[in-house]
């Protein structure tokens, strides 16, 4: 299925009936009182948070929704029908805002949440409600209101914990598929994934923690270089960024510390709050290093970075290093969970030259 996390929509609810005007009319009652019933309210619009839906790509062709108009009133008391209501299922995750002002309407953050998104129009009076005891026959009805149209732009923010963020192959996808079930595309070339990918790594039991790979980042993405910063979006509900460098660059002139420095630099660019975001820096690929300068490596590039916060070495690939990685974020996690303003356990910020071992 092809993911799209952007759509623009135009919704309509239905116009409200109108009342009418009637009298009753039978045998041996010719001069009946009024019985003209209400018009029907129209259809409104609603969007529903769908646990089973990860795209918006019903949305990018079917465009216009409208609700049902509801019926006009007839006499003998009948009240009009109400129009029907229209339910668009949408993506947890979704954001849904007015195209023309910018205002959001409405966040889909929990699975069955249902928003109103376009109200339908009342219906009008019928002569019934215009009876008293100085106007016996009343000829007067009102026509029904007219129900909410509007351009929606819905635009989808993933929801995971954790994001991993780096360059074109430094191993975000290969990372994801060794911790969690997710089964990303992976190959020896770069932007092999085009969109995000979302893993649920389980810890323990009832212990759990949801990470979303983006695809990567390079130099001038701002400017519109590679592609862009249109998926840094689904990072920004994150507790958590796992910023990967490839320790050991297949070209030997590439530096990973310029290459980290890059990417700060486009985070910066973006948004200044995803940037101050807890950021832990993951170094990949440790297996194609030498067991000797491992350590050495490690220092060299913490101490050129200038870099304070947790590291970690690893390899995807052998599986080195990732258990304590592992236990180290949902630890994070959790705490954060707990308490938005917590600090990272100071455990897990070990220096440079120990993360990773043991």
């Known amino acids: ?28 009652i010719p001069f009946g009182g009024p019985n003209g019933g209400d018009g029907g309210r129209g259809g409104s619009v609603y969007a529903v948070a769908d646990r089973n839906l990860n795209t918006l790509v019903d949305y990018r062709y079917a465009r ?32 849904v805002s007015d195209a023309d002002t910018g205002e959001v309407i409405a966040e889909l953050l929990e699975p069955g949440v249902k928003v109103l998104i376009a109200k339908g129009g009342d219906g009008g009076f019928g ?19 007219p129900g909410e149209a509007r351009k929606l732009r819905l635009e989808l923010r993933v929801l995971a914990d954790v994001g991993l963020l780096g360059m074109p192959n430094a191993g975000k996808s290969t990372l994801i598929a060794a911790i969690s079930n997710a089964r990303p595309k992976i190959a020896d070339y770069p932007f092999t994934t085009l969109y995000p990918n979302l893993g649920v790594v389980r810890v323990g039991p009832e212990q759990s923690f949801v990470v979303a790979d983006i695809p990567g980042l390079i130099e001038g993405a701002s400017e519109g270089a ?34 980290a420095r890059a990417i700060v630099a486009e985070l910066k660019k973006y948004d200044r709050t995803l940037a101050d975001k807890p950021r832990w820096i993951v170094l990949t690929k440790l297996d194609l290093v030498p067991v000797e300068e491992r350590e050495q490596r ?3 590039f913490v101490r050129r ?3 304070k916060g ?10 080195e290093g990732l258990e304590p990685l592992v236990r180290a974020i949902y630890a994070h ?5 707990r308490d938005p303003e917590v600090e990272v356990d100071p455990r897990f910020a070990a220096p440079a030259a120990e993360a990773g071992h043991g």
């Open 1 to 28: 299925m092809k993911f799209v996390d952007e759509a623009t929509i135009d919704v309509a609810a239905g116009h409200g009936g109108a009342g009418c005007v009637s009298f009753r009319r039978e045998k041996f």
């Open 64 to 95: 216009r929704h409208e609700a049902g108009n509801g019926e006009p009133g007839r006499g003998s008391d009948q009240f009009g029908a109400a129009g029907h209501d229209v339910v668009l299922r949408m993506p947890v995750g979704t954001i």
């Open 127 to 145: 002569n019934l409600h215009f009876k008293s005891s100085t106007n016996r026959a009343p000829r007067q009805k009102t026509p029904g209101w």
């Open 226 to 259: 590679g592609l862009g910063h249109q998926f840094l979006r689904h990072l920004q509900r994150t507790r958590l960024l796992l910023h990967l460098v490839d320790l050991a660059p297949f070209d030997p002139d590439v530096d990973p510390v310029v290459q």
């Open 298 to 300: 490690v220092k060299a």
């Open 305 to 307: 970075l200038r870099w």
């Open 310 to 319: 947790p590291v970690f070495a690893i390899s995807a690939a052998t599986r």
């Open 333 to 337: 996690v959790a705490a954060q969970q």
